[in-house]
């Protein structure tokens, strides 16, 4: 079970869970991108997929569109532990 926590989930994701959405370290998550942008008006905005610990940058598929996921600051993400989404090649 390398990576995963004793529910079968990634450390980010159980962490998120076990909270009830105050993510690890004091990530914020907002339900809009206009309150994360507010929030952290010199980072990039990023779209946290929960379900899986990766984040989405604008233009991506994914942004906005999982079935759970919030609107973060990378920076935050970053230090939480999230990752990056990469596109199968």
């Known amino acids: 079970m390398t990576g995963r926590s004793a529910f079968g989930l990634l450390p980010g994701v159980a962490i998120f869970l076990a909270f009830g959405g105050a993510l690890g370290q004091g990530m914020q998550t907002f339900t809009n991108e206009q309150a994360a942008r507010r929030h952290c008006p010199t980072d990039s905005v990023v779209w946290l997929n929960t379900s899986s610990a990766n984040y989405h940058f ?32």
């Open 58 to 89: 604008k233009g991506d598929p994914w942004y906005g569109r999982t079935q759970r996921g919030s609107y973060v600051c990378k920076v935050e993400a970053d230090k939480d532990g999230m990752r990056a989404w990469t596109s199968p090649k």
